[in-house]
Nanobody, 123 residues
Framework: QEQLVESGGGLVQAGGSLRLSCAAS????????MAWFRQAPGKEREFVAH????????YYTDSVKGRFTISRDNAKNTVALQMNSLKPEDTAVYYC????????????????WGQGAQVTVSS
């Protein structure tokens, strides 16, 4: 089973930027679609972005389009989420997740999850 470890969270002022990274163990990283989800206090986990196994297909939830960019480096077994123009409503714990095969926006379709990284955006 693939293990995922996020890094790069923190506290930033509104309008600022953060870059999250997720490192995956295992030798079959390119077989996995990757995604980022987030969960704010008292709310359900929600989809943020996903990327196909070769990076050719990406998709974003409407609230982050034009501000967030998901990318992956299969040679380094990493996936990243560049977050620009951050807003207080982006405050949440961010999780990376992986699944074999195609992408999905449903958290239940993902088999492997990281421990989460806290992102806090102050106004």
């Amino acid at each position: 089973q693939e293990q995922l470890v996020e890094s790069g969270g923190g506290l930033v002022q509104a309008g600022g930027s953060l870059r999250l990274s997720c490192a995956a163990s295992g030798r079959a990283f390119s077989n996995y679609a990757m995604a980022w989800f987030r969960q704010a206090p008292g709310k359900e986990r929600e989809f943020v972005a996903h990327i196909s196994w070769n990076g050719g297909v990406t998709y974003y939830t409407d609230s982050v389009k034009g501000r967030f960019t998901i990318s992956r480096d299969n040679a380094k077994n990493t996936v990243a989420l560049q977050m620009n123009s951050l807003k207080p409503e982006d405050t949440a714990v961010y999780y990376c997740a992986s699944r074999r095969g195609g992408t999905s926006r449903q958290p239940g379709d993902y088999d492997n999850w990281g421990q989460g990284a806290q992102v806090t955006v102050s106004s």
